[in-house]
């Protein structure tokens, strides 16, 4: 979990935050059903803190001045399921599927993973699922575990060529070795630990925290600004061990059609906006399309998991779905050079708005497929 930045392309916020109107402050579930939660800085206020099994719907609106993310979290502290990147005076309704427990609703200011919370109750059984979705959320696992079965297999060349001094060849391997990572980006941040050590980038850090850098980003700023690796060995060796800590994990991990498929899709998209269309990802290697390709792969494999039931459900979203995810692709194409893509800072002004606008245009729709999903 990484704080959000300022998005700095017009267009681009609407994609990590749902413009909706005001919750209502009578304590109780608004019009549409949703339970209102008030969020700031102190506060974190839920209109209902006794909740049925299955489908809630939550509308949770900033009243503070920093971009807010509402967790939902277990006894244990672990994320059941996240909305991150919402704005100052915006709303965005967030769909959740909850077993029957007691959990805890934390409202973070500045997206810190700490701030005010709220305990629930969950009470009942949910209704019996759909064996479609029993079936893609099987077939979701496998993909997620296949992915950073990948994402080992390239990271181990990588790593050799750092060990090795080889900086030229081991900036060629440095962005296919995170492919596979970007695609599950929404599961692996689960796992924050494991995250924190290998993804987590200079501009996050605190001053007190840089001691404690390791990870993809060390080595590419080692490789791409600083020109030489010499030293920094352990760090590609360090990097192996937190991702195969993260694959002997991977067996217990039970993952919700609704949590982690249709919820994770749209966080996918938000790691987009937040990070690769602003170039932010790969300050120095500039290999974001790289990575924005992954994002965007991995919440297409989600919806098309999905999509027998949203078909079945919402023909329409289904379709503009399919025709945004294209657009999506058409203009990634658009910047393909040998294997890759572009660098991204030749990318200029004029089609990183276009890049935008197209996360944007999928964005809206994408938005909607936890609802859905959850009927």
Known sequence: MRPASVLALSGVAAVSMSLLSACGGDGKADAAGAVPVTASKD???VGKTELPAGKNSFKVSNKGSEVNEFEVLRPDGSILAERENIGPGTSVNFVVNLPEGKYKLLCSAGQTGKGPSQEVTVTGRSGGADPRLTRAATDYKAYVIAQLDDTIAQTKPFVAAVKAG????????????????ESIESVAEKFSDID???DTREADLKPDEKNDWSGWHLLEKALF???????KEKYGDQLLADLETLKGRLP?????PVNDMAAGAKGLLDEVATGKVTGEEETFSHTDLVDFKANVDGAKKAYDLLKPVVQEKDA???????ENFAAVYALLKKHEEGDGYVSYDKVGKDDRKKLA?????LGEPLSKLAEVVAK
């Open 252 to 256: 217990g991990l039970t993952l919700d």
């Open 357 to 361: 606008d197209a996360v944007n245009a």
């Open 316 to 322: 329409q979203l289904a379709k503009d779905l399919d």
């Open 196 to 198: 924190g050590k290998v």
């Open 225 to 231: 600004k600083d020109g030489s690796v010499k030293g």
């Open 43 to 45: 506060k974190c206020e």
């Open 166 to 181: 080889d900086v030229e060849k081991a900036k060629k391997l440095y962005a296919p070795s995170r492919v596979g990572w």
